[in-house]
């Protein structure tokens, strides 16, 4: 089993939080926006499209180019709502049988 290095956030034990309070405080869910999905606060900008485009293959810049109303740690924001919104849920995935 190989074990990855450790990122330098996780090094300590103040970082991760401060950073993640801070972006996520750019995130807003609001029932009378957008149906109550998360977006980047000021704007409809829903954060799983945000999440979508990057997991296409769009690069921040390229977001920050089409969207130009938002800046770089709102994109980031998105990016800790879908980290901090997963922590603890699993989610199905197809085996892998060559494991």
Known sequence: MSVLPASPLHNS????????????????????????????KGHRIWVTLILDLLAAGTSIDEILENYPSIERDDVLACIA???????????????????
Do not use: M
């Open 13 to 40: 034990r103040l970082a991760v939080p401060v950073i993640a309070d801070t972006l996520l405080s750019r995130i807003t869910v609001n029932p009378a926006v957008c149906g109550g999905k998360p977006c980047i």
């Open 81 to 99: 709502y879908g980290a901090e919104k997963t922590r603890f849920v699993l989610v199905d995935l197809e085996l892998d049988d060559a494991v």
